[in-house]
């Protein structure tokens, strides 16, 4: 079992719809949880960090973590076709440094 | 000044050249990174720098050097490299927090480097 598995992709939705993009993650321990967004031939950008159970929000992005279902969750709302991009999950167990990634769910927002 | 920048954007490189890429961060964060990323992949970390000192290398073949000179810059020099080994080169840093880095990591843009 990969240690972070990302919904498997592309996902397609129209402007102004939600988009939901789900991660689980194998071990118990992660201590972060992470949302890199990619556009293509770019670099990751951090959009959300979350640490504690339940939600979080920030702007049109919300991320949710369940510990006990080791499963997290972002939420774009009045997707736009600028958020069309590879979503990267990632999760931490400590704070060595390293983070675990899932292979990314490609969004694309069609107007 | 929130931004971590690196230089050059592309390198194209043959088997037998040595080339270095360079990596600058001024959000004073004391833990730097270096990663590789191959088209459709995610990144992959190659190398964990806590206050300069190497703290992580993921078994990186020897043809990649890390060097960390001072806290804001972060090189890695490239020798006999092979063309596998083309991809995106991602540097990010982080902040240091009492237990270790802080996993909240902000990349560059990246070097594409080809090999030829």
């Known amino acids: 079992q990969k240690e972070v598995e990302q919904n498997s992709g592309p996902l397609s939705v129209p402007e102004g719809a939600i988009a939901s993009l789900n991660c689980t993650y194998s071990?118990?321990?992660?201590?972060?949880f992470f949302w890199y967004r990619q556009y293509s031939g770019k670099s990751p950008e951090l959009i959300m960090s979350?640490?504690?159970?339940g939600d979080k929000e920030d702007g049109r992005f919300t991320a949710q973590l369940n510990k006990a279902s080791q499963y997290v969750s972002l939420l774009i709302r009045d997707s736009q076709p600028s958020d069309s991009a590879t979503y990267l999950c990632a999760v931490s167990r400590s704070t060595l440094g390293r983070l675990y990634f899932g292979r990314g769910t490609q969004l694309t927002v069609w107007p | 000044d929130t931004e971590v920048t690196q230089t050059p954007k592309h390198l194209v490189m043959g088997m037998t050249n040595k080339k270095s890429l360079k990596c600058e961060q001024h959000m004073g964060h004391r833990a730097m990174y270096w990663y590789k990323q191959k088209a459709k992949k995610p990144p992959e970390l190659m190398f964990v720098y806590s206050y300069e000192k190497l703290s992580i290398n993921e078994s990186v073949p020897s043809r990649f050097s890390p060097e960390c000179p001072n806290s804001s810059l972060l090189n890695l020099h490239l020798h006999a490299l092979q063309p596998e080994d083309s991809a995106l080169y991602l540097c990010a840093s982080s902040q240091v927090k009492a237990g270790g880095p802080s996993n909240e990591q902000f990349f560059g843009p990246g070097t594409r480097l080809t090999v030829l």
């Open positions: 979350i640490y504690s159970n």
């Open positions: 071990d118990r321990v992660s201590q972060s």
